[in-house]
């Protein structure tokens, strides 16, 4: 904590493309920390590079995290104190800023080109010192001589003038941590168009807004001393710093495309449930409890201290998130699931179910529950009881062997004298058949399974028997066998 102050910390995404479960992580982390300490978390949109953001992108950021149950008190959409929360809305801020640090001799207008500075770490590079170790104030850098050569219309960016002394500070997460005064060059905060480096807005707007902890990913430690020096130039409150281990994928890289999708969009659409998420993505580089992978939000409220969050990479994967998913789906309450099991089958089929339907819908449910990773899986798994089939040519070909035919027809003689078509009597007429035809559950029940449904992986078969009109089940039995007929004459 830092003082008495209210916490308030800052989620900053970039709209330059769709919300990163990198990013997902450090704002859960940092939505954790102020629910637990009863402050504030604001969303703000870092969008100073106005040629490549997009709005669509600021759309996926509130819809991501408010599916994933993140709600904020300040910033983009829900508003405050500070405007809009975007970035690009105060430019001028930003160039006042800038001013005020050259004023106080803090910061320069530098003109050189992008070529001498090439030279200058170029040099460094070959003396084996720190790359900016030359990128210092230049001679003719004063205020008089950078306004007439700006007036003469000349080019410059602004640079903060390093001050030549190390910086240091204690960092929640890593502990003491120190940057020397030869590895800080004279960065650029203001660029020649006028426009502000994420250095001077990151920290400005820290300022401005309060904040009294940043939370965000170890790739930004480096810029930490640079932020650190704005602040105190501008007599800021510095906040505590943690910077939270990097996602790395199951191979031990750092992770990236070639990992899967990386995303918040894609598992929101790829069937996962918003507590599943929540649940996995704080487990990258904290823990409830070394026992306990499975926990509620208001439990990891009560537990969440950033202190308690590891240094080394955390590892995102996505056979675990799947895992955890069909755990959430196992125990969601039966009623919820039917519910989602006919939004997902509306959607599948594209229509509304009707009340029969949905009756037939709801006595397959727990069954399909039982199965389900995904709530994608839910559509094709049912999907067999309101459509016409498809048959799965992998699934196909790896059952309807030499033993097929004489299943399916031994099958459909049994079930056409079946009484009371319940699940019940169709295991008995089916057990029946095994047995009067020497066949092993597996030769004899897998081709009646692709029969009916058009894969070899659904709900128990007896259940899916009964689910379906006894005529709709004989009748895509026949079908197959007069299926099989075909190839064995066309063969």
Do not use: C
């Amino acid at each position: 904590m830092s003082g008495d102050r209210r916490v308030r910390v800052r989620i900053a995404p970039s709209p330059t493309g769709y919300l990163h479960v990198g990013n997902v992580r450090a704002a859960l982390f940092n939505w954790l920390f102020a629910r637990r300490h009863g402050g504030v978390f604001i969303i703000r949109i870092d969008d100073t590079d106005r040629a490549r953001s997009d709005d669509r992108y600021i759309e996926d950021v509130v819809s991501g995290f408010r599916w994933l149950g993140l709600d904020w008190d300040e910033g983009v959409e829900v508003g405050g104190p500070h405007g809009t929360y975007r970035q690009s809305d105060r430019f001028d801020r930003y160039r006042e800023v800038a001013d005020r640090l050259i004023d106080m001799g803090r910061a320069y207008h530098d003109f050189r080109s992008t070529e001498e500075m090439e030279e200058l770490r170029a040099r460094a590079r070959v003396e084996k010192k720190p790359p900016g170790y030359y990128v210092r104030r230049p001679p003719g850098s004063d205020p008089d001589t950078a306004r007439r050569r700006l007036g003469a219309g000349e080019q410059a960016v602004v640079r903060f003038s390093n001050p030549g002394r190390a910086v240091g500070f204690t960092d929640v997460v890593r502990g003491e941590v120190r940057f020397e005064a030869d590895a800080i060059d004279d960065f650029v905060i203001l660029r020649s168009d006028g426009s502000p480096t994420y250095h001077l807005a990151s920290t400005v707007d820290d300022i401005d807004y309060g904040i009294t902890h940043v939370a965000r990913g170890e790739d930004l430690l480096s810029s930490t001393p640079k932020h650190i020096l704005i602040t105190e130039a501008l007599g800021g409150e510095r906040p505590v710093y943690a910077h939270l281990p990097l996602l790395f994928g199951p191979d031990g890289r750092k992770l990236s495309k070639r990992h899967g999708d990386t995303s918040l969009r894609a598992y929101r659409e790829g069937g996962y449930l918003p507590e599943a998420v929540f649940n996995y993505m704080g487990l990258l580089g904290w823990s409830l409890d070394p026992d306990n992978e499975v926990f509620g939000r208001e439990e990891a409220i009560a537990a969440f201290d950033l202190a308690d969050v590891q240094k080394s990479p955390a590892v995102f994967d996505p056979d675990k998130l799947g895992w955890m998913n069909g755990v959430y789906m196992r125990s969601m309450a039966t009623g919820r699931f039917t519910d989602l099991a006919v939004a997902s089958v509306e959607e599948d089929l594209g229509r509304d179910l009707d009340g029969d339907e949905r009756s037939r819908l709801a006595g397959l449910a727990p069954l399909i529950q039982e199965r389900a990773k995904l709530t994608t899986d839910i559509g094709p798994a049912a999907r067999f009881l309101f459509s016409d089939i498809t048959y799965d040519d992998k699934a196909w070909r790896k059952v309807m062997k030499a033993d097929a035919r004489r299943a399916l027809a031994a099958a459909r003689r049994m079930l056409e004298n079946v009484g009371d078509w319940n699940a019940a009597n169709i295991e008995k007429a089916l057990r029946d058949m095994l047995a009067a035809e020497s066949l092993n559950p597996r030769k004899g029940w897998q081709p009646i399974r692709v029969a009916i449904t058009g894969s070899n992986i659904s709900p128990p078969l007896f259940e899916s028997l009964e689910a379906l009109p006894g005529e709709v089940a004989l009748a895509r039995i026949a079908a197959a066998i007069a299926r099989l007929d075909l190839q064995a004459g066309a063969g």
